[in-house]
């Protein structure tokens, strides 16, 4: 019954080695979010597609990237991890946008740079 | 750039007592969704108010929207340990927006 699903829960890289995080969705949402969440704040958008329109926050690293292959799955890539980078990062989806539709959030991946 | 600010950042309750947090937009806001964060656990959303003025209820929680549509409130009553967590409101600005400005979230802790 799962319906925002984050692969792997758990991640740890080193620092500078290239990582993905992947999402999931089971419905059908055209809006998938990225955010990161530090210990203690708020989650912080990274950025978001609009089916396939990509919408990048203007105060997101160039290290961050996204790619939605299709409408369930969405991907974050981090080109060259630092240390700062270590957060939990969360995924969501709403069904239209447009400020009115909740967003559902995944559990979070909790990402360790060493 | 638009802030939401939350105030307390944290509070700690004896259960059976009330709680209050409050969320204050450097703008008006189109409209405000209410979450909770278990600790270790993700955002749920739990509420969104859209009228000016307005109040809704959900059992012990009560949720209220400004007149200016600047500010709001959660309130509640008789915490129980279920309660913890930390709320966070989330604005949307208006327009063709998708996106939500999570307020700074307060942490509530309750004591059996």
């Known amino acids: 019954d799962a319906m925002v699903i984050q692969n792997p829960r758990y991640q740890v890289t080193q620092f500078g080695k290239p990582v993905t995080l992947s999402c999931s969705q089971t419905?059908?949402?055209?809006?998938m979010y990225w955010y990161q969440q530090k210990s203690s704040q708020a989650p912080k958008l990274l950025f978001h597609?609009?089916?396939?329109?990509?919408?990048n926050e203007a105060d997101t690293p160039d290290n961050f990237q996204s790619r939605r292959p299709n409408t369930s799955f969405c991907f974050l890539d981090i080109r060259s991890p630092g240390l700062g980078d270590a957060a939990m990062y969360l995924c969501?989806?709403?069904?239209?946008?447009?400020?009115?539709?909740?967003?559902?959030f995944g559990p979070g991946t909790r990402l360790t740079v060493l | 750039g638009q802030q939401v600010m939350q105030i307390p950042q944290y509070q700690h309750v004896q259960e059976g007592e009330d709680f209050t947090t409050y969320c204050n937009s450097s703008?008006?806001?189109?409209?405000i969704q209410w979450y909770k964060q278990r600790p270790g656990g993700h955002p749920v959303f739990l509420i969104q108010?859209?009228?000016?003025?307005e109040v809704k209820k959900q059992k012990r929680l009560t949720f209220q929207f400004g007149e200016a549509k600047k500010n709001s409130s959660l309130h509640i009553t008789a915490t129980q340990t279920t309660d913890v967590g930390t709320y966070f409101c989330?604005?949307?600005?208006?327009?063709?927006?998708?996106?939500?400005?999570f307020g700074t979230g307060t942490l509530l802790a309750v004591q059996p």
């Open positions: 108010l859209v009228k000016s003025g």
């Open positions: 969501a989806t709403s069904r239209a946008g447009g400020g009115t539709d909740t967003q559902y």
């Open positions: 989330a604005g949307i600005k208006g327009g063709a927006t998708n996106k939500l400005i």
């Open positions: 597609y609009y089916d396939k329109d990509f919408n």
């Open positions: 419905l059908n949402h055209n809006v």
């Open positions: 703008t008006t806001l189109s409209n």
